[in-house]
Every structure is written in C-alpha cells, then in structure tokens.
C-alpha cells in the first residue's frame, strides 16, 4: 500500500511564499517521475512541474523563475517552494508519482492541499 501525503498549503498575501511537501509511504521499490499538479475551481487539472529520477525538471510556464521543484531520495519526498505568489496561483495542489512497488510501476496521487493567495 502506497500514500503520498501533502502538507504545506494555506492562506497567503499576494507576493508572499509557501512551501509545499509531498511524503511517499510503502513498500516502495523505486519512485522515478515526480510531479505537482493544482486545480482551480471550474478549470482542469494542469502539471505545475515535474522532476526526473535524475534531477532534471520542466515547469509550467507560468510558474517558471517563481516556483522551484525540488526531491530528497532518500525521504521519499518532493517539494514546491512557491515564491511570488498570485492570486491566479490559487489552487487545490496535488502531487503526483509515478513508482515501482513489488506488484509493478503505477502512478498515485496524493489527496491534495489548498492554497489560496488573496489579501
């Protein structure tokens, strides 16, 4: 059984920083791709950023030069570090990891943390 828990959302002013994680649980044999999605209300999900097993990363172009994603292997763990926040950067935040367990190579998702930029 896998779970990727999010933490790290909330309330922000515009201009203002949040730093998201994401922690991959189970019998994980080996996490390649790993990504954060977000979802604005009545719009679709869209990829906010990925970074490969070996560090290379691709960004929306939205966020590029404000967000920077990052990984830590050896925790299982991928992070957001959001700077220059938006008010269009408002967003449910879902992380995404495509992984090998025993039973084979899936993606899972986590269940998602809220980040609202308003004043």
């Known amino acids: 059984q896998v779970q990727l828990v999010e933490s790290g959302g909330g309330l922000v002013q515009p201009g203002g920083s949040l730093r998201l994680s994401c922690a991959a649980s189970?019998?994980?044999?080996?996490?390649?791709?790993l990504a954060w999605y977000r979802q604005a209300p009545g719009k679709q999900r869209e990829l906010v950023a990925v970074i490969a097993s070996g560090g290379s990363t691709n960004y929306l172009d939205f966020v590029k030069g404000r967000f920077t994603i990052s990984r830590d292997n050896a925790k299982n763990t991928v992070y957001l570090q959001m700077n220059s926040l938006k008010p269009e950067d408002t967003a449910v935040y879902y992380c995404?990891?495509?992984?090998?367990?025993?039973?084979?190579?899936?993606?899972?998702w986590g269940q998602g943390t809220q980040v609202t930029v308003s004043s």
């Open positions: 189970g019998t994980i044999v080996k996490i390649y791709t």
């Open positions: 995404n990891a495509d992984l090998a367990t025993y039973r084979g190579r899936l993606d899972y």
